[in-house]
């Protein structure tokens, strides 16, 4: 399917928040209630639609051990997007999101865009976090705020809100591409301009600029990309068999 811009994320959070079951029910609309503890990444990828532009995201789900710290730390270089994720029933997890946000800015794009995500709203009766704090955090950081649960895809007040972190976070990184924060040439911006629509592959990207030896250059890329993220799933995969 074709699409205007492509996005690169990453999921980070101590281990046991659900960045899993989060990622799991973006893409696939389910909820694993048993799910292995993520070896290195894992990888998902879905399209949305912003301002009626297709866009796709690729979706980096990372361990939060520390035992995979120095992995992880690879995947935040070339990310544009990042869910920020808490268990709203572990405190411990929500003070640990000033050293996430830290590491995440030091070793990636200080201007990516980020969600902080309280999951397991599911689980108010034992709520260790208020809504209040999560909201706090957010706004001392400029960053954006959702809780949800990973169980059933909703929050108190509205149904589906997993899909509106992604899509919100996506509006997001489209903003800061328009206002000329990210450079779409640049690669290590984690925006890459999509190929298959308008003319030359290429289309309504304001400072993309890339010309047809750019298209060419992207498809090559691009298929370099899918062999690598073949490969880990594959050792993934391989590890947890």
Request: charged fraction near 25%.
């Amino acid at each position: 399917m074709s699409y205007d811009y492509l996005f690169k994320y990453i999921i980070i959070g101590d281990t046991g928040v659900g960045k899993s079951c989060l990622l799991l029910q973006f893409t696939d609309k389910r909820f694993q209630p048993v799910h292995d503890l993520t070896i290195g990444v894992e990888f998902g990828a879905r399209m949305v639609t912003i301002d009626g532009r297709p866009i796709k995201l690729q979706i980096w789900d990372t361990a939060g051990q520390e035992s995979f710290r120095s992995i992880t730390r690879s995947y935040y270089r070339g990310a544009a997007g990042a869910l920020l994720v808490y268990d709203i029933t572990r405190r411990e997890t929500f003070n640990h999101l000033t050293s996430w946000l830290e590491e995440a800015r030091m070793h990636g794009n200080p201007d990516m865009a980020v969600m902080v995500i309280g999951n397991k709203c599911d689980l108010s009766h034992r709520r260790a976090v208020s809504k209040e704090e999560g909201e706090q955090f957010a706004k001392e950081n400029r960053l954006l705020f959702l809780e949800t649960s990973a169980r059933t895809s909703q929050n108190a007040e509205e149904a589906s809100v997993i899909p509106q972190a992604f899509i919100m976070t996506a509006a997001k990184i489209l903003q800061n591409i328009n206002e000329g924060i990210f450079k779409v040439s640049d690669e290590s911006s984690g925006i890459k301009i999509g190929y298959g629509r308008g003319q030359g592959g290429i289309t309504g990207a304001k400072d993309g600029n890339l010309g047809q030896k750019g298209v060419v250059q992207l498809s090559k890329n691009m298929k370099r990309i899918e062999l690598v993220y073949a490969f880990s799933l594959y050792r993934t995969r391989k590890s947890n068999g």
